[in-house]
């Protein structure tokens, strides 16, 4: 490889997000499998070993080139990294008593060469449960929290440093310097720019095209804006064909602000579809959110090849574009070892077929979310574009849970451990009949969301989330209660994704982003540094007389998706959201998500 930073990627939730890191700090950097050969790596400045969901113990472990560990270069090594590292150079992994996920406070021992700078205590996110119990010779500890003695390790004559935590990530704030400090180590030279990126972009777009044309499907959103900008630009726009699909499960008014936006911006090759009726059929009785989201993902790629023929295109002489990002591939357990989280629509088995026989291209396929908005603003596009809240492609269809109506697993255990820890600091609880997806030590969880209710700031709801589903494996979200102001009796119903309860979820959804709008909250430009990055309103099937049913408040922030915190809103506009939504007709209460990611994902399906 060219000179920059190799980056072995184990199949963790966050191995692209170190080589995005990287990039930031305008180092060139490069992800390889565990099992590549030293050769392919020559030329590196450094090698930094990515987490993942296996462990160091099992026999099912990934595949690893141990030829790697004879390299004479900097390494460091990250969670699953750290512990592989440290079991192959003497020392000894086990799994951990306690499970670390959020954040946590770190004492450092030593602030020398990677944690050079830093103070005597950080904040640094974990997510693990195995842990590190005897270093290897040569190592000393350079910093260690509560719960993990070893949270970095290292051997500086040897350049090689362990972090059972996440630097990589926006809530390990010290983090970057972290890295910085490590590419420093490296003397790695710092020539990477976007610029360099979106001409580099353009020009695989043209070799992977030939002379095919591209059809594009185009949300609105900012991933297949920058996508449909770049191919008009690489291609022409009279070789790019962009098509904006109503699915029926768009935000109020959505359809109508893409089309007037696209417009706006001079763009004229878009065609829309209406196909909600489509896409309602195809979920109708569906209730796993898998089989939702593949269901989504198979009717897009109909209606897509309906409105082909009918616009009588050669299939032969187009290819699908689509503007995929990293986070779409890694949470469809699409790298050799990661774990499924959830696939989503433009990652189901249909369209990996399509791109192992090139008939996909998608040039953001490597970029995080934050990294595409600055693309776009390289490209020229304006910051109501750029700055867009992102809504999923599957829309309201996975902020829409579903229910057959039957309780999953006896509660009881949880129910006394989430009572006893929520008492603790003053809250009354409850874990709740459904189920949500969440990500916990790079693995997908299903798990139960536990309500409570009692006067609470948000460091005392993040403190209480953090050890509820750090120590009660039934739970992998904390929601607390906004309205009413006595505790409901929410009971679990059947309920299935139609058109009624769309509608009820559109009015909400509705309400909770024009509030966020106009408090100036919305992130339509870059420097809104308190900006909310995302705020999912999700309809869950819980209901107090077996009709109306119950919303959950969902807003985070972060800059890349692979790891969020839970917005902490002023109490006033939670309370104004709250009383509003509950006055719609179908709702019987309204509740906030607490939960970081990990343990929780953004959207709940």
């Keep these: 490889m060219r000179s920059g930073v190799a980056v072995l990627d184990f199949g963790g939730q966050y191995a692209h997000l170190i080589a995005n890191r990287i990039r930031r700090l305008q180092v060139y950097s490069e992800i390889f499998p565990p099992t590549a050969d030293p050769s392919e790596i020559e030329g590196a400045s450094g090698i930094v070993y990515s987490g993942g969901p296996g462990s160091v113990y099992d026999p099912d472990q990934p595949d690893f080139n141990d030829g790697l560990l004879s390299l004479a270069l900097p390494t460091l090594g990250l969670c699953y990294g750290h512990q592989l590292l440290c079991d192959r ?43 590190v119990e005897r270093l290897p010779e040569g190592f000393v500890t350079y910093g260690s929290t509560p719960d993990c003695p070893a949270a970095a390790v290292g051997d500086p ?20 310097t972290m890295l910085d400090n490590f590419l420093t180590v490296c003397d790695a030279p710092r020539n990477w720019t976007m610029a360099s990126y979106a001409d580099q972009a353009a020009e695989e777009i043209r070799e992977a095209a030939g002379d095919r044309n591209v059809f594009l499907l185009v949300s609105g959103g900012v991933d297949s804006t920058v996508a449909y900008v770049l191919f008009n630009r690489a291609l022409g726009p009279d070789r790019v064909l962009g098509l904006h699909i109503d699915n029926g499960f768009m935000r109020k008014g959505e359809t109508a602000d893409v089309g007037a936006n696209m417009r706006d911006n001079g763009f004229e090759n878009l065609n829309i579809e209406d196909a909600s009726e489509d896409f309602l059929l195809s979920v109708e009785g569906l209730v796993e959110p898998e089989r939702k989201r593949n269901a989504i993902g198979r009717t897009f790629l109909d209606v897509k090849d309906r409105v082909v023929d009918s616009l009588s295109l050669d299939p032969d002489a187009w290819v699908l574009g689509q503007g995929t990002l990293y986070p779409d591939t890694i949470e469809s357990g699409g790298t050799e070892n990661a774990a499924l989280i959830k696939t989503h629509h433009n990652r189901i088995d249909v369209i990996e077929e399509m791109i192992a026989e090139g008939k996909v291209i998608e040039p953001l396929a490597q970029l995080y979310k934050d990294e ?29 849970l579903c229910s057959d109506g039957e309780a999953a697993g006896d509660l009881t255990d949880a129910e006394a451990r989430v009572s006893a820890i929520a008492a603790e600091a003053g809250l009354s609880s409850r874990v709740l009949s459904l189920q949500s997806v969440g990500v916990q030590g790079d ?15 948000w460091e005392t709801l993040e403190a209480v989330s953090t050890r509820i589903t750090n120590e009660v494996r039934d739970v992998n979200r904390v929601i607390y209660l906004i309205v009413p102001s006595s505790p409901p009796d929410l009971r679990l119903k059947r309920s299935f994704l139609t058109r ?52 959950v408040l969902r807003p985070v922030t972060t800059p890349d998706f692979m790891t969020a915190r839970f917005a902490e809103l002023s109490p006033e506009l939670v309370r104004e959201m709250g009383q509003k939504i509950l006055s719609l007709p179908g709702i019987c209460a309204v509740l906030y998500d607490v939960t970081h990611k990990p343990p929780g994902t953004v959207e709940w399906e």
């Design 157 to 176: 004559e040897r350049r090689i440093f362990g972090f059972q935590f996440h630097p990589e990530v926006a809530h390990t704030p010290s983090g970057m």
């Design 443 to 457: 693995f997908r969880t299903y798990a139960h969301p536990a309500m409570v209710w009692g006067k609470a700031t």
């Design 89 to 131: 150079l003497g020392g000894n992994v086990v799994a951990g008593t306690v499970r670390e996920y959020g954040t946590a406070s770190m004492d450092i021992e030593r602030r020398d060469h990677v944690f050079s700078g830093l103070n005597v205590t950080e904040t640094v996110w974990m997510s693990h449960g195995d842990t």
């Design 372 to 400: 595409v908005r600055d693309l776009g603003t390289t490209l020229g596009l304006p910051d109501s574009l750029v700055w867009r809240q992102p809504f999923p492609g599957p829309g309201l269809a996975v902020r829409c």
């Design 500 to 551: 009624d309860r769309l509608d009820v979820l559109r009015e909400a959804d509705a309400i909770a982003m024009r509030a966020i709008g106009e408090a100036g909250l919305d992130g339509r430009t870059d420097d809104a540094s308190d900006a909310v990055s995302q705020m999912p309103t999700v309809l869950v099937p819980l209901t107090t007389n077996g009709q109306d049913e119950t919303i």
